[in-house]
């Protein structure tokens, strides 16, 4: 995002990228964190990739967490949700929140606090547009925590890449070499 800005118009410096980052999504951000990002980041060739916008944010000065849902089935073939949480900052995961299949806004509220238990708040939160994340229970809960919650791009997995990633390893990985019967055995591993 940053390095199409500045390939996109050679003579922006990094005050003038701030403020067309701070302009687009409503993010004030300091010219000097521009500066460090495109210090760790130099500009790609034609048609390389740079840092996504979840990566420029997450260098402010302020915290961001990624959260995503997925679905999995116990050897019952009992369906669960689980919420995974991670720091995008720190590449740290948070923590994992699990529910069973049929979920309400009350149930995605548990997840989350189940998932960030003894950890401070972060600032914001980006979440996809799963119907899940729409509940007015899930807004409420985030209004009352006073976190601001950013949305990624629609139908474009690579706009949160962080978090997929860490999902579709955790599948591989995790739940397709192990086999468990029910809730409380995927929390307890």
Same mark, same amino acid.
């Given at each position: ?33 521009v ?10 060739k ?29 050897? !019952?073939?009992?369906?669960?949700? #689980? ?7 720190? &590449?740290? $995961?948070?923590? %994992?929140?699990? /529910? ?49 919650? !950013?949305?990624?791009?629609?139908f #474009? ?7 997929? &990633?860490? $999902?579709?390893? %955790?599948?591989? /990985? ?16």
């Amino acid at each position: 995002m940053l390095q199409s800005s500045k390939r996109l118009n050679p003579c922006f410096g990094c005050p003038r990228i701030a403020q067309q980052i701070s302009h687009a999504f409503g993010l004030e951000i300091d010219k000097d964190v521009v500066r460090r990002i495109l210090a760790n980041h130099p500009l790609p060739k034609s048609g390389g990739k740079g840092p996504s916008w979840l990566s420029a944010i997450a260098e402010t000065r302020d915290s961001l967490w990624s959260v995503d849902l997925f679905r999995c089935e116990s050897i !019952l073939l009992k369906s669960f949700w #689980v919420m995974v949480v991670m720091d995008i900052f720190t &590449r740290r $995961i948070v923590g %994992f929140g699990v /529910e069973p299949a049929h979920i309400d806004g009350i149930s995605v509220c548990r997840m989350f606090n189940q998932a960030r238990r003894r950890q401070p708040l972060p600032k914001r939160l980006s979440t996809d547009h799963d119907p899940l994340f729409r509940f007015h229970r899930w807004r409420a809960n985030l209004r009352i925590l006073d976190i601001e919650e !950013l949305k990624s791009v629609p139908f #474009v997995p690579p706009s949160h890449p962080f978090i997929e &990633r860490l $999902i579709g390893t %955790f599948r591989r /990985e995790y739940l397709d070499q192990t086999l468990f019967w029910n809730g409380l055995d995927l929390i307890a591993s």
